[in-house]
């Protein structure tokens, strides 16, 4: 059992591959990820394991980190709510997406950072410290920020609650991370151990959410796929340059430089998918970015 949580962490990539090609081929398959059961989204269901996992993770010294490096949260912060939104929405009017696609990608850019962005801070050799402060700081003032900034930007192209926006991500995010936070200080030791499972859960979780997306969304993709990864190539190589030069003229160090524009660019795709699915269910294609 051990041996395969351990493939499935080491080659997610591979692993994530297989799940997108069986739902190309076998749609269906997934489609129980964006049904509803007692009234409950699977998908935010999902996600919410994904958090909590999060949560079991992060120790009141994550958020105190706050205060020892202010410049480099605030300038973290400041690129994630203000720079990734206003870079979404350039691409989307760059590229003339029609109004799906547009809520998707901008989605993608108003949420918060993806917990990737800690491991791959941690691959690339960056702040790892200051990763998880980004990624918690951004995912717990997320409530206010996304709903605010998604009004802004498309408010005027599309009526949807952004009350309810901002329930949900009190519900998807800040509920199981405060459940994971609380288990995590009850019970240490427990949460310890479970460290060692926590990266392959969220792997399999986050296969589970593409592939359903993916196959629910099979034409679509296949005929706008062109378009859509030109885009979200774009959206990613520009929010890490944008994170090189602001973290440089922060005048960060290295490590911070790297941590910054990994954080910037890694975004809660999962929780926008979600977002996207409850809250705009009539713009089916708006969970392909």
């Known amino acids: 059992m051990k041996r395969i949580l351990e493939f499935i962490e080491k080659y997610f990539f591979i692993v994530i591959l297989i799940a997108v090609a069986i739902s190309l081929v076998y749609p269906n398959s997934f489609k129980w990820v964006l049904s509803e059961y007692n009234g409950i989204n699977i998908i935010n269901l999902l996600l919410s ?27 973290g912060i400041s690129a994630q709510y203000i720079l990734m939104p206003l870079l979404a929405f350039t691409l989307a009017s760059a590229f003339s997406l029609d109004t799906a696609l547009t809520v998707g990608l901008i989605l993608v850019g108003t949420v918060p950072g993806g917990t990737a ?22 995912t717990v003032i997320s409530p206010i920020l996304t709903p605010i900034i998604t009004l802004l ?31 995590n200080y009850k019970f240490p030791n427990f949460c310890e151990k479970l460290k060692d499972y926590l990266p392959t859960i969220s792997s399999i979780v986050i296969c589970l959410i593409v592939a359903g997306v993916i196959g629910a969304n099979k034409q679509a993709i296949l005929t706008s796929s062109t378009i859509i990864l030109i885009v979200i190539i774009l959206q990613y190589i520009l929010a890490m340059l944008i994170g090189f030069i602001i973290g440089h003229l922060a005048g960060m160090d290295k490590k911070q430089i790297i941590t910054v524009a ?4 890694f975004q809660n795709s999962g929780l926008s998918t979600s977002l996207a699915k409850t809250h705009f269910p009539n713009l089916s294609q708006s969970t392909v970015p």
Do not use: C, W
Not at 49 to 75: C, H, Q, S, W, Y
Not at 262 to 265: D, L, S, T, V, Y
């Open 117 to 138: 962005s800690d491991v791959i801070t941690f691959l690339a050799n960056g702040d790892v410290a200051l990763s998880v402060s980004l990624t918690a700081v951004s």
């Open 49 to 75: 394991i994904v958090l909590f996992t999060m949560g079991t993770t992060l120790k009141l010294d994550d958020f105190l980190n706050v205060f020892r490096n202010p410049k480099e949260i605030a300038v």
């Open 153 to 183: 930007l498309i408010g005027d192209q599309i009526h949807f609650n952004p009350v309810g926006l901002f329930i949900s991500i009190v519900e998807i995010v800040i509920v199981p991370i405060i459940l994971g936070l609380v288990l």
């Open 262 to 265: 990994i954080e910037i660019a």
